[in-house]
């Protein structure tokens, strides 16, 4: 875990893709790598610059149409320095547009569908209606993560291509909002080094085992030390038993909504 | 008043006064939705043979409401006004019913109803002060807003516009009227407002400016200018010098005051000084009685926007600090704005998180390095934190607080 540089943790056009506390991500990384000694910094990439082939983390939030589009032309030009970057071992985690980015191609705001960075293979379309509310996923077992709570907002519906897999099945909410062939409902993306996924909150804060499995690729090691995470464990609590009223609720009604 | 109209104004009346008494609300709201069943063109009626001003924004309208109305006052205007916030047609209806008489009404109207009162209530003056992202459920809202504003600004060329310069959605929303004066205002909340809304090109910043390369969009210049402390007129400067703290008061006196000046044709001194001795406004500000005797202060926060100024104005103070904040509807279910919020500013003060969601300000804090306790009852927090205690609260925290049901 020795490394001569700080952690370069790239907020990637936060004016644009800064909706949902994306900055929270962020702030949680830098902080749980400061609490183990490891040197980290923000690096913010601002609209309109071309993104640096320098950072060990890309993180990519939300964002509302005209801002996604935008989003979208700068990281387009500098796909080059991204490739170059995960060529090298960089991270990258996107987040609600920032995951709709990461694929072949998406729908605006005014129903154009557009070209995505192609960093994996998905594609994204407008559904009927927004997703709403707080969300629970059983992350992918080779992840060997604990249940990821969240919350959702958005009216894309996100397939996956052939071959790519989710970040993990939805027990509570919609993810990406499209069943599968087997009927399940999944949330994300996930491929090497690249987490993409619907859930905000933002996610990490909520989520602090994710934040490290992050962190573990980007230093090299499965065994960061563990930190006193007491209040994030009562909030993990709080938020799941919500969930799974709230998911509870919603069988309830479907069932109604079959029998009647 | 046609008959059916004086019935639904009584009956709405009834109506308040018992959702008073029952406690179950301020009474306004219901009184207004009794009276509009009944005669649904009552905010004609009500408002016919009045000089209706209708007053706008996300954050700052019930104050600027409330300096306009001080400022005319100040003038021997005799003015009506929905001071209790209550700022849908109902409201409107119910205000405007319970006070026939003044040929004046200042109305706070919320943005998304202010193209449908304009018509009915046959307004003369529209005050904007900004447009920023309020409740995140409501994605897209700044937009659409936007968009209406723009059509009714274009579609009532006798209508004139005071409007705040320094917002790219404003400047948008007004560029179709035709008798505008701006006002500067400055603009320190920004995240909202990165693209262009002429063209979605990426705006240019600067200090206090903005300018769309691609198209030309730009941001006006402004007769009206707030500098610091200072309302610039085209007549000379007028010290602003407000009992009402920090910056967001400042701007909303300044709009206030060149609605006054530019519209009305107050004296600008004479303006200035209707308005600089009030302390508090109804709906934004209040107190509560603590149980070992001492008042805490009670304001309400709605957005990012709005807990931002809070928090700067609270940073160079000594006082103790309660966050209190829910996650219902009228919060916005989705508290992922608490890491838009520069909560940095309180460290080294003594903190209490609370409300429905405390859990979720205590991570905040907790990964802002913001030493704090976690007590769930925003009174009981109050209580147990030293010196002079400033409660900031998320709107159902600051409502249950101010109607004292806890
Ligand atoms: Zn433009």
Not at chain 1, 38 to 47: G, L, R, S, T
Not at chain 1, 93 to 110: H, K, N, P, R
Not at chain 1, 214 to 243: K, M, S
Request: with cysteine; glycine share 12%; charged share 25%.
């Amino acid at each position: 875990m020795t490394r001569e540089s700080p952690v370069r943790i790239g907020l990637v056009y936060p004016d644009l893709l800064g909706t949902y506390g994306d900055r929270g991500n962020a702030l949680v990384l830098v902080e749980r790598c400061r609490r183990r000694g490891v040197e980290a910094e923000i690096v913010e990439v601002a609209a309109g610059e071309p993104l640096p082939d320098s950072l060990d983390v890309y993180l990519f939030g939300g964002g509302e149409d005209d801002a996604q589009v935008m989003a979208a032309a700068g990281m387009r030009a500098s796909s080059a320095a991204l490739d170059r970057a995960r060529g090298g071992g960089a991270v990258v985690f996107a987040v609600c547009a920032g995951l709709q980015l990461l694929g072949t191609s998406y729908a605006a705001g005014d129903g154009d569908v557009l070209d995505g960075l192609g960093l994996v293979e998905l594609e994204t379309r407008a559904g009927e209606g927004r997703c709403i509310g707080e969300v629970v996923v059983e992350p992918d077992p080779s992840l060997r993560l604990r249940t990821l709570t969240g919350f959702e907002n958005h009216g894309g519906r996100t397939r996956l291509g052939p071959g790519v897999g989710p970040l993990g099945r939805v027990t509570v909410g919609h993810g990406n909002g499209v069943p599968e062939s087997d009927g399940a409902t999944v949330d994300g993306v996930l491929a090497d080094r690249l987490i993409g996924t619907y859930l905000h909150g933002p996610v990490l804060p909520r989520n602090p085992d994710l934040a490290d499995l992050l962190l573990g690729w980007v230093l090299g090691t499965d065994a960061l030390t563990p930190l006193g995470d007491t209040l994030v464990e009562e909030l993990r609590a709080e938020r799941l038993h919500e969930a799974r009223l709230r998911g509870r609720r919603a069988r309830r009604r479907d069932r109604r909504l079959t029998r009647g | 008043m046609s008959l059916r109209a004086r019935v639904a104004l009584g009956a709405g009346r009834a109506a308040g006064w018992a959702s008073r008494v029952t406690g179950r609300g301020a009474g306004t709201q219901v009184s207004g939705r009794v009276m509009l069943a009944i005669a649904p063109d009552l905010l004609e009626q009500v408002g016919s043979g009045r000089r209706c001003a209708i007053v706008s924004a996300t954050n700052g309208k019930t104050t600027t409401t409330r300096l306009l109305a001080e400022a005319l006052r100040s003038a021997g205007i005799p003015v009506t006004s929905n001071h209790t916030g209550a700022n849908m047609p109902a409201g409107l209806a119910a205000a405007l019913g319970r006070d026939p008489e003044p040929r004046v009404a200042v109305l706070e109207v919320d943005e998304r109803w202010v193209p449908r009162v304009v018509d009915p209530l046959a307004a003369e003056l529209l005050v904007l002060g900004n447009l920023t992202r309020d409740q995140l459920d409501r994605f897209g809202e700044v937009r659409s807003i936007a968009v209406r504003w723009r059509e009714v600004c274009g579609s009532h060329p006798n209508l004139a516009v005071v409007a705040n310069a320094s917002d790219p959605h404003v400047v948008w929303s007004v560029e179709p009227a035709t008798d505008v004066t701006w006002v500067a205002l400055g603009a320190p909340w920004r995240s909202d407002a990165a693209t262009c809304p002429r063209c979605a090109a990426l705006l240019d910043w600067s200090a206090d400016t903005f300018a769309c390369r691609a198209c030309g969009f730009a941001q006006p210049d402004a007769p009206y200018r707030l500098d610091g402390e200072v309302l610039v007129t085209p007549e000379g400067r007028i010290d602003l010098d407000l009992a009402l703290p920090g910056a967001w008061n400042r701007m909303n006196a300044a709009l206030a005051l060149t609605a006054a000046i530019a519209h009305f044709g107050i004296d600008a001194e004479r303006a200035a000084a209707g308005i600089r001795d009030l302390e508090m406004v109804s709906g934004r500000f209040s107190t509560r009685r603590l149980a070992d005797g001492r008042d805490a202060r009670v304001l309400l926060a709605k957005n990012p926007a709005g807990w931002t100024e809070v928090l700067r104005w609270l940073a160079p103070t000594d006082t103790s600090v309660v966050l209190a904040v829910n996650a219902h509807l009228a919060d916005g279910r989705d508290p992922s704005w608490l890491f838009d919020v520069p909560y940095e500013l309180l460290r080294g003060k003594p903190v209490a998180a609370s409300g429905e969601r405390a859990l979720d300000v205590a991570v905040r804090l907790d990964y802002g390095d913001v030493s704090h306790v976690v007590e769930r009852d925003p009174l009981r927090a109050a209580n147990g934190l030293p010196g002079e205690v400033v409660v900031v609260a998320s709107y159902t925290q600051f409502t249950h607080l101010t109607r004292g049901s806890w």
